[in-house]
C-alpha cells in the first residue's frame, strides 16, 4: 500500500509558476516510477509528465514539453512538478501516481498506474 499526498495548487496569474509536491508513504518510494496527470472539468484525465524510479527518464506531453519539469527525491520520498509559463488551458486537478512495474521507461497512460493521490487544485487566470 502507498498513500500519496499533492500539495502545492493554488490561483496564479497566466505566465507564472507552481512547483507541485506528491509525498509518499507506505513502500520504499525509490521502487517506483512516478507521473503527474491533470483532469480539467468535462475532460478525461490525460498525461503531464513521468519519470523513472531513479530519476533518469523524464518523459512529457507535448503539451508541457519546454515549461514544466518533473523531478523526484528519493531520499525525500517526494516527487516534484515545476509548472512555468503557466497558461489559462492548464487549470485542472492534478494528480500524482506511482507505478511498481516499469523501471526504465515509466508509462504514460493512466491504467498503468498502481496508486493515486488525492489531486490538488491549479487555476490559471488570464
Known amino acids: 500500500q502507498v498513500q500519496l499526498v499533492e500539495s502545492g495548487g493554488g490561483l496564479v496569474q497566466a505566465g507564472g509558476s507552481l512547483r507541485l509536491s506528491c509525498a509518499a508513504s507506505?513502500?520504499?518510494?525509490?521502487?517506483?516510477?512516478m507521473g503527474w496527470f491533470r483532469q480539467a472539468p468535462g475532460k478525461e484525465r490525460e498525461f503531464v509528465a513521468a519519470?523513472?524510479?531513479?530519476?533518469?527518464?523524464?518523459y512529457y506531453a507535448d503539451s508541457v514539453k519546454g515549461r514544466f519539469t518533473i523531478s523526484r527525491d528519493n531520499a525525500k520520498n517526494t516527487g516534484y512538478l515545476q509548472m512555468n509559463k503557466l497558461k489559462p488551458e492548464d487549470t485542472a486537478v492534478y494528480y500524482c501516481?506511482?507505478?511498481?512495474?516499469?523501471?526504465?521507461?515509466?508509462?504514460?497512460?493512466?491504467?498503468?498506474?498502481?496508486?493515486w493521490g488525492q489531486g490538488t487544485q491549479v487555476t490559471v487566470s488570464s
Open positions: 519519470i523513472s524510479r531513479s530519476g533518469a527518464s523524464t
Open positions: 501516481a506511482v507505478d511498481f512495474d516499469s523501471d526504465v521507461i515509466p508509462p504514460r497512460s493512466a491504467p498503468a498506474y498502481d496508486y
Open positions: 507506505g513502500r520504499t518510494f525509490s521502487r517506483y516510477a
